[in-house]
């Protein structure tokens, strides 16, 4: 097996298989970068892609019968126009960030596999010898502060095996919301270890903590907010705002537009989860994965929220960000079409 040494040693390497694949790279994604919100009902499966047709696929979803979630991700690929994968990057080994692994690199190629390079709970073992087993000699460890560029997108590693970067990014600094703020004990190791990423694209910024937990966040956000503020913000824990959420960094990050990758009954369980977000006074569109089942009256905008209903009755409607090079966004849903266009701040 390669050897799994950190990102930035092996970026060199691939350079020239990265320009192969700028050059077979789809029409349709040559404009903006793309980002898809794939339905796995609270588990994680976000696509990345980059203006020049690089792709990034962040976790894959549930082991669902007959490779559902594993359909579903291939069905916005065809939407974005991909039938490769550059990247898959798992951020930890839990069911539902990696359980449909096997099935997907049977229907698609898959040229990279990032993790935290780290080990797990005897709990989790099954799933991290299923991606090791798939992954094989394409595996790359991924540490904390290591970048690597998808064309014009930067890809900023915040987390990895339970490290936080050390420096301060541009905008960010003393956070005033630390003073008094509320603290929680951490969540189970394997959350702590998230692969967490920074996707930056001119002034537009989108992050994806994967599970990281509320002492995590505290420890990245305060008493110095390390991040600045992000564009985009999918919620970490699938917006399940007991064990992340912690309104001293989600403050910090300020978010313009918020994605809950939630499920009719994972992520937001309770009103006052949706409700952390929808009272920031500066946020601009919240958008869902599913109606919250267990938080009614406590939801986005119908238009919004991408399915609805229990899941033996999902279609699997995706959403999707739409970025230009001047700075504008479209969020679009893709069970009835309805957009919104947004100005980065």
């Not at 049977?106 to 005897?122: C, K, N, Q, S, Y």
């Not at 279609?315 to 090079?325: K, P």
Request: net charge negative; hydrophobic share 40%; charged share 20%.
């Amino acid at each position: 097996m390669r050897d799994a040494g950190t990102l930035g040693r092996l970026v060199g390497a691939t350079r020239c298989a990265l320009a192969c694949c700028i050059l077979a790279a789809s029409a349709a994604s040559a404009q903006t970068m793309d980002i898809y919100w794939v339905d796995v009902e609270g588990g994680g499966a976000t696509l990345i892609v980059s203006p020049t047709g690089e792709s990034m696929l962040v976790d894959t979803g549930w082991p669902r019968p007959e490779g559902r979630d594993a359909e579903r991700i291939v069905a916005a690929m065809q939407e974005a126009g991909l039938e490769r994968l550059d990247y898959m990057l798992i951020t930890h080994f839990h069911t539902d960030h990696v359980g449909s692994l096997r099935e997907l690199a049977a229907m698609v190629p898959i040229e990279r596999f990032l993790d935290h390079g780290g080990e797990t709970e005897e709990r989790n073992q099954q799933w991290r010898d299923l991606y090791l087993e798939v992954a094989g000699d394409a595996r790359m460890v991924a540490n904390t502060g290591d970048v690597l560029s998808l064309g014009d997108v930067e890809v900023r590693m915040i987390s990895s095996n339970m490290e936080l970067i050390s420096e301060t990014l541009a905008g960010g600094g003393p956070n005033p919301h630390c003073e008094g703020a509320e603290t929680r004990p951490p969540a189970s190791a394997e959350n702590q270890r998230t692969l967490g990423a920074l996707f930056s694209y001119g002034g537009f910024s989108f992050l994806n903590l994967g599970d990281l937990d509320w002492d995590m966040e505290m420890k990245l956000s305060c008493p110095v907010n390390r991040l600045g503020t992000v564009t985009l913000y999918q919620t970490s824990r699938h917006g399940a705002f007991d064990g992340a959420g912690a309104p001293a960094h989600l403050r910090a990050i300020d978010p313009q537009v918020v994605v809950f990758n939630n499920g009719p009954r994972k992520g937001i369980t309770a009103p006052h989860m949706y409700d952390r977000v929808a009272e920031m006074p500066r946020v601009e569109g919240i958008w869902q994965g599913h109606l919250a089942l267990t938080a009614e009256g406590h939801n986005t905008a119908d238009d919004m929220i991408a399915n609805f209903g229990e899941s033996e009755e999902c279609e699997g409607h995706w959403l999707r960000a739409s970025v230009q090079a001047d700075g504008t966004f479209t969020m679009t849903n893709g069970r009835n079409g309805y957009s919104r266009t947004y100005t980065v701040r």
